[in-house]
């Protein structure tokens, strides 16, 4: 009897995955469009009864495009600071080896009230460092490297707004 319902099962997730994709993959242009349509199904398929669900097709597509909508909400705050990040190696490039070692001087003790692992990874980053690079550097995920320096950007960016030191002007 458990065979027969899990072979049921099976056979249902698979239809439902193969009509499904296809449609999902053209309603949209992201780059990312097959990890959307990935993150949606599996978001489907961990709800508890989705067996139960009366338009599974439909259900799918919703989720789809709350994991779409998600994700153009994060790439646009992405796309935010790296125009900051932009902004601040581009001063530190035009300043000159003794300008740009007082400049990262600067940063990195505006940010000593913050925990190593995160100051290190945006000290990382603002001297060039890719996402990728940092995180096997110090063995992290992406998804920390980017976590950690958004709120060192944060951090980093009120600590500047109350300095009167130089570094202010390159907070953005």
Known sequence: MADHHFAETSQVAESLVRDLWPSLLRSTQHPDKEDL??????????????????????????IFRHVLFERRQADARNSIFVRADDDLLDSLATAGPEGRLSVLQEIDSALSGMQETRRNVYMMKVQGFSYCEIACELKLTLNTVKKYVCHAQQYFRAVASHSESGIARHAG
């Open 37 to 62: 349509a990935q993150e949606a199904l599996s978001r489907f398929f961990a709800v508890e009864s989705w067996t139960s669900i009366p338009s599974p097709k439909a259900y799918v597509r919703t």
